[in-house]
Nanobody, 115 residues
Framework: QVQLVESGGGLVQPGGSLRLSCAAS????????MGWYRQAPGKQRELVAA???????NYADSVKGRFTISRANAKNTVYLQMNSLKPEDTDVYYC?????????WGKGTLVTVSS
């Protein structure tokens, strides 16, 4: 199966930036869709951004213009550049990959936006 390894979370002040990375391993086949979700305590998981193998992107309205998702050309790796961060962005961020009919999830990385 595919394993996802996330990195880049941490503590940042409002208005600051972070870059999340997610590397997929365990499969030599290119994953069709990868994305980032976030989940706050007591809330449902929500889509932040997604990108297809054709580089079509989709963003939540709350992050449009601030976050950018991208994908490495030669690796099953996805990045999320987060700029102009707000306290409302504080969440655990989860990497997601879709291969066939199976969803794969990372363990999550915590992003905290606070003064």
């Amino acid at each position: 199966q595919v394993q996802l390894v996330e990195s880049g979370g941490g503590l940042v002040q409002p208005g600051g930036s972070l870059r999340l990375s997610c590397a997929a391993s365990g499969s030599s086949f290119r994953i069709n869709t990868m994305g980032w979700y976030r989940q706050a305590p007591g809330k449902q998981r929500e889509l932040v951004a997604a990108i297809t193998s054709g580089d079509t992107t989709n963003y939540a309205d709350s992050v449009k213009g601030r976050f950018t998702i991208s994908r490495a050309n030669a690796k099953n790796t996805v990045y999320l550049q987060m700029n102009s961060l707000k306290p409302e962005d504080t969440d655990v961020y989860y990497c997601n990959a879709v291969l066939g009919q199976v969803d794969y999830w990372g363990k999550g990385t915590l992003v905290t936006v606070s003064s």
